[in-house]
């Protein structure tokens, strides 16, 4: 499984990547946590405002610095 | 409504605490528990309703919504929507290329990158908050002027060169807008309530402190001798003060309102809280990766000047 964070990195995107890679080892996944933050990348998923969660190449939410428990609910289904 | 704020700071000041009416710390105090009460109060409450506005305003869709409209119509649609849409600097970029690529003439984005952070809930509750909702309509009246003027001008200028070339080149992929149920919009309203608090809080009793203390010991009319309409050079420097200020209104303005009690005039003020707000080098050096200086000078040229306008244009008024 892969999950993109998506942001420039700024504050909000660091500490959503933390919650990613937390929700990810709390369901026991094994993830690969990749950070993207060149725009041109960030823009050809459509995402406008960051930061941005990415979960084998569909993007599941953007603009908020979601909660483990959010993505964990992105990761099972 | 807000009176009661007055009423609880009046019996906490007078009546537990036993001050004496009248001397520089009970006033300080009692500055001091007015407003951190009621600002508390505010933030929390609006900034909720805020959130439940901006959960149907994503900026996937502010940008479908813009995409071939008429030119005027475009620039004030954007500046109003600056308003409700969500935005941080860092999302400057993607929301840049977003727009440009979706055919959003440049002006218009300006507009719409100037409101965002110019007019934004945290700056227009704190201003109805300390200075009542004249002074909160008027600055976000003026605010609106201001991304649109500076917004048509930057786009008359016809300054697409000045866009770093690989944002042409970008083709945009369309992610799918999710539709929220109610419980999902609460949800995200109360954690955006939260997210705004802790980044916040310390700033707004930070200054809300330090407006106690200007309230309650700086001499009446004081600034009014070094800052008062009389000196036609407050105002750009008001604005150059600004600048560095970025992303403290909300530590910023219970200062400003302390004072403005001490004779600051209101353009002035006004022009210092939109430099605060609308102007900082965060942003600009995010800005920089899709922006060419010359058009981040022009940029940052149009928006102070029309922002000093503002503030001599109040003080004559006023």
Redesign the interface.
């Known amino acids: 499984m892969k999950i993109e964070i998506l942001g420039p990195g700024c504050a909000r995107c660091k500490a959503l990547e933390a919650n990613a890679k937390q929700a990810a080892e709390e369901l026991g996944l094994d993830a690969e946590v990749i950070k993207v933050t060149e725009m041109g990348k960030i823009a050809a998923y459509g995402v406008m405002s960051t930061p941005g969660v990415v979960v084998d190449g569909k993007v599941r939410g953007s603009g908020k610095l979601f909660s483990v428990d959010e993505i964990k609910k992105m990761l099972q289904d | 409504m807000l009176k009661i704020f007055t009423i609880l700071a009046d019996l906490v000041t007078y009546s537990w605490l036993n001050l004496e009416p009248g001397n520089h710390l009970t006033e300080a105090v009692h500055f001091f528990i007015e407003d951190t009460t009621k600002i508390f109060f505010l933030l929390v409450t609006i900034i909720f309703v805020v959130a439940m506005i901006r959960s149907f305003f994503?900026?996937?869709r502010t940008?479908r919504f813009l995409a071939g409209k008429n030119l005027f119509v475009a620039h004030v649609l954007a500046a109003a929507l600056g308003v409700v849409t969500?935005?941080?600097?860092?999302?400057a970029?993607?929301?840049f290329?977003?727009f440009v690529?979706a055919g959003i003439p440049l002006g218009v984005t300006f507009s719409f990158l100037i409101s965002s952070p110019m007019v934004n809930e945290v700056a227009l509750i704190l201003l109805f908050g300390l200075f009542g909702w004249e002074i909160a309509a008027i600055y976000l009246g003026t605010g609106l002027l201001v991304a649109v003027v500076a917004g048509i001008i930057i786009g008359r200028l016809n300054m697409e060169r000045f866009v770093a070339d690989?944002v042409w080149e970008?083709?945009?992929?369309?992610?799918?807008i999710?539709d929220m149920t109610w419980k999902e919009r609460m949800d995200?309203s109360k954690?955006?309530v939260k997210?705004i608090l802790a980044k916040i809080w310390l700033y707004v009793l930070g200054g809300i402190a330090v407006g106690a203390l200007v309230h309650g010991y700086v001499p009446q009319d004081f600034l009014l001798r070094y800052a008062g309409p009389s000196n036609p050079l407050a105002v750009p420097v008001a604005v150059i003060l600004g600048v560095p200020l970025y992303s403290n209104a909300a530590g910023v303005i219970p200062i400003v309102e302390a004072l403005m009690s001490k004779g600051l005039p209101l353009g002035t003020t006004l022009a210092f809280m939109m430099a605060v707000t609308a102007l900082s080098f965060p942003e600009m050096v995010?800005l920089s990766?899709?922006l060419k200086k010359q058009l981040i000078m022009t940029f940052v040229g149009i928006v102070s000047m029309s922002i000093i306008i503002v503030g001599y244009i109040f003080n004559m008024l006023m």
């Open positions: 994503p900026p996937e940008r969500p935005f941080c600097s860092c999302s970029c993607p929301l290329i977003g690529e690989y970008i083709r945009m992929g369309e992610a799918e999710p995200y954690g955006y997210e995010i990766q899709v």
